[in-house]
T-cell receptor, first 111, second 110 residues
Framework: NAGVTQTPKFRILKIGQSMTLQCAQD?????MYWYRQDPGMGLKLIYY???????DKGEVPNGYNVSRSTTEDFPLRLELAAPSQTSVYFC??????????FGQGTRLTVV | DQQVKQNSPSLSVQEGRISILNCDYT??????FLWYKKYPAEGPTFLIS?????DKNEDGRFTVFLNKSAKHLSLHIVPSQPGDSAVYFC?????????FGAGTILRVKS
């Protein structure tokens, strides 16, 4: 039982490049979330999903896209990377309106 | 708009004393509240939670208090230990969202 797994752990992107941050959970949780944490700041909700095929915007969705084709996976896509997207990204899942379990994070730098 | 606010960026306490971390929220739709602890280079880990139908929940050294009329919750850690030094995030759940505050850095001095 691995919990929530995020890949990669670190990535450096050039401005304008695209990439997908992967998130997978093996707990059969319906709810999944993507957050970003900027230095010295809190966790800002980017997108969330309540089940396969259902996604919704959070507080800071601009510049990102998500999909949820299976219960297990919730990838986050950056289409045109910008320096403002330099951050640590966390994925989380929960079975319902209870506590969420987090991955270890992906540290992304856009140069 | 910031729906969950932690107005104290940092807190320093002596080992053995009480640590009190505070959190305010603005949205009445929130019905479940959580505290998370985070160490550098790790994901947040769940600490304790409280439902909106309760006003107190205890788990060992950790107690969370909820004042619905004031839209305020607090986390009490007694006694504080050096290993408690971390960033503490308050979170609120309502509908399908889970929203976090900016965090408070707790330093417990030995």
């Amino acid at each position: 039982n691995a919990g929530v797994t995020q890949t990669p752990k670190f990535r450096i992107l050039k401005i304008g490049q695209s990439m997908t941050l992967q998130c997978a959970q093996d707990m059969n949780h319906n709810y999944m979330y993507w957050y970003r944490q900027d230095p010295g700041m809190g966790l800002k909700l980017i997108y969330y999903s309540v089940g396969a095929g259902i996604t919704d915007k959070g507080e800071v969705p601009n510049g990102y896209n998500v999909s949820r084709s299976t219960t297990e996976d919730f990838p986050l896509r950056l289409e045109l990377a910008a320096p403002s997207q330099t951050s640590v990204y966390f994925c989380a899942s929960r079975p319902g309106p209870t506590e969420a379990f987090f991955g270890q994070g992906t540290r992304l730098t856009v140069v | 708009d910031q729906q969950v606010k932690q107005n104290s960026p940092s807190l320093s306490v002596q080992e053995g004393r009480i640590s009190i971390l505070n959190c305010d929220y603005t949205n009445s739709m929130f019905d479940y509240f959580l505290w998370y602890k985070k160490y550098p280079a790790e994901g947040p880990t769940f600490l304790i939670s409280i439902s909106s139908i309760k006003d107190k929940n205890e788990d060992g050294r950790f107690t969370v208090f909820l004042n619905k009329s004031a839209k305020h919750l607090s986390l009490h850690i007694v006694p504080s230990q050096p290993g408690d030094s971390a960033v503490y995030f308050c979170a609120a759940s309502g509908g399908n969202k889970l929203v976090f505050g900016a965090g408070t850095i707790l330093r417990v001095k030995s």
